[in-house]
């Protein structure tokens, strides 16, 4: 497998464990999910949604978020973002 193929099937892998915490959280789908969704479009996503999705982000994916990085989760896309920066490090 060329690295291109690996790091698109390791995005693809994170998209989908990402969309699962999503899912688990604020019941979404995953075919109705957007990057530019942001707390105000998800019903379900409040203050203590939020600190549980990022104790179940840093959990599956094993990483520790910054306060920083926390502050910057102000949407879907963002998070994605973050997730694929972290991950890919």
């Known amino acids: 497998m060329q690295t291109s193929s690996k790091l698109q099937a390791l995005a693809c892998a994170s998209q989908t464990k990402l969309d699962g915490v999503f899912n688990e959280l604020f019941k979404l789908t995953p075919d109705s999910i957007k990057d530019e969704m942001t707390m105000s479009d998800v019903e379900l996503w409040d203050s203590l949604r939020h600190m549980e999705l990022i104790v179940a982000i840093e959990e599956k994916f094993a990483i520790e978020l910054t306060f920083d990085e926390i502050s910057n989760m102000q ?15």
Request: charged share 15%; glycine share 6%.
């Open 75 to 89: 949407s879907i896309g963002a998070i994605r973002a973050l997730i694929a920066q972290k991950t890919s490090a």
